[in-house]
């Protein structure tokens, strides 16, 4: 048995991807995981979206792929206010220093974004839809963006955008410095064109973080009814979306935070294991 979180490589080697161009020996190595694939006796898909993409391009398997989310694989959980400023104003101070922005003392206002630059994470989307929101929202908080450096291009973006002193980078941090991040967040923005599941979704409304996420992939399986959603590929009502959510009254984002929190209920480390057990019990039973 073998469990398969995503084919985004997979997809990308088939052309279903077409910004995403996969040389010849890319090609060949993704056909040889899709016929590996093929021959096992059953797979465990982490999403509803990863399993229709895996019966599709492997149909023999229809009859043996199984469903099992993923659990938070680390006690992603609110971080006390003060404990959570500590480490966050330490995060974006190393990232001031580093001269990405500059600092007026008063604690942080910011939308944030976990990703890297694979280019399923649409870091270049982020971009286009903060510097819409700003047009929209000109006191809008700042784009803290959390993974490596952005490329060049888009750091020349966001200077040619007068957003120089608003979007701040502050690497990779460790799963701590996240819950401090998603606690004093004002929303998570996750416009991923395409996901095999999208743990940070989850790992930010563990922190009672709001998410905006894509209306697509597996997104609003992950997501539930307590997360917002917009077109990755639509900046300007992406921005619309955003906008919307930090102008919300409190009463609309108690309601959203009690779906959050029944959402993240659907998605223990028990009953991920409990669904593993089950799914090997009757394996081995057959």
Wanted: with cysteine; hydrophobic share 40%.
């Amino acid at each position: 048995m073998a469990t398969c979180h995503d084919l985004l490589a997979v997809r990308s080697a088939s052309g279903e991807f077409p910004g995403n161009r996969v040389g010849l020996f890319g090609r060949l190595l993704q056909r040889l995981i899709l016929a590996g694939l093929k021959r096992c006796s059953h797979v465990a898909c982490v999403s509803e979206a990863t399993r229709k993409d895996l019966q599709r391009l492997a149909g023999a398997l229809v009859s043996r792929v199984s469903v099992v989310p993923n659990g938070l694989n680390y006690p992603f959980r609110p971080m006390a206010g003060a404990e959570a400023e500590v480490h966050v104003n330490g995060l974006l101070g190393v990232a001031r220093a580093r001269g990405r922005v500059s600092s007026d003392g008063t604690r942080p206002r910011y939308v944030l974004h976990v990703g890297g630059n694979h280019w399923y994470k649409n870091r270049a989307g982020v971009l286009q839809i903060y510097a819409r929101l700003v047009e929209l929202m000109p006191d809008a908080p700042d784009l803290v963006m959390v993974g490596p450096a952005l490329p060049d291009e888009q750091c020349r973006w966001i200077g040619a955008h007068g957003l120089g002193e608003r979007v701040l980078v502050v690497g990779q941090v460790g799963n701590e410095g996240l819950r401090a991040l998603y606690s004093c967040a004002e929303l998570l923005l996750f416009p991923s064109l395409a996901e095999g599941f999208g743990w940070p979704i989850l790992e930010a409304q563990a922190c009672d973080c709001l998410v905006v996420t894509a209306n697509c992939s597996s997104m609003p399986e992950v997501g539930g009814s307590g997360a917002y959603y917009c077109d990755p590929r639509d900046v300007s009502s992406s921005a619309a979306v955003l906008q919307h959510v930090l102008s919300a009254g409190a009463h609309e984002k108690s309601q959203r935070l009690a779906q959050t929190r029944a959402n993240v209920a659907r998605f223990s480390t028990e009953a991920m294991i409990h669904s593993y057990r089950k799914l090997y019990e009757q394996l081995l039973a057959s």
